[in-house]
């Protein structure tokens, strides 16, 4: 069995269920922590994260805040057979910390009770400053996993966001982060990792299916389950 460490978004942790029939194991799993945030660290005595509701929600904020992920390959590397890269997280941005540092826009301010003067503006997913924050952070990140010979066990899950539904009926939303607009911003990302040498499991637009009945609910990167088997079998392929 690979022992698999997931990164990024939930679209990769949710494939877990299908884990055992394509030899794979989780060993564990970072969310909600984009890789800007995750070399810019920020002062973790701005924010109150005792009231967040659930010891999992706490925890991904806390390591948000901390920028765990240098650390956690670090202190596990020896443990990983491969690391699964979801850039979903990505999709809603960065904000600036005054005294220093950045947090993913995952709802942090908000729910961890920081100081609304603590924070500064933000960089928004899919602009050319975003990208060219994010090309900093992402070769940080090859200097991480060169350093505990991590390089050659990371495989991006390069899965479209749905566009319609397990009965062919287009998904509807009120929010502006559209699977054409997601679909279309994270290309150059995923592009930018494959040039620095990263493998990119990429699934086809035609087998990422939404499920209207999912566990977490309807939503664009919410699956039916054949569609979590294409991402395993894309990447088990490049294992």
Known sequence: MHKVFIYGGCTSRDAVDHYEDYGLELHSYIARQ????????ADAKLFDTAGIEGTFQRRMVRGDIASTLPTHLA???AEIDVMVWDLMIERVGVQKVRSGGMITRNGVPRRAGV????LGGSYTFGTDEHLRQWKWALYKLV?????????????????????????????????????????EKVLRYWDEAEREGFKVARVRQEDAIADTGHKWGPAYFHYVPETYRAQLRAITELL
């Open 75 to 77: 202190e596990n590397a």
């Open 34 to 41: 984009s890789l800007i945030s995750a070399y810019r660290p």
């Open 115 to 118: 100081q609304p003067d603590a």
């Open 143 to 183: 200097d991480t996993l060169r350093e505990v010979d991590l390089r050659g066990k990371v495989i991006i899950n390069a899965t479209p966001w749905a566009t319609v539904d397990q009965n062919g009926e287009r998904m509807k939303t009120d929010s502006s982060m559209t699977p054409e607009w997601f679909n």
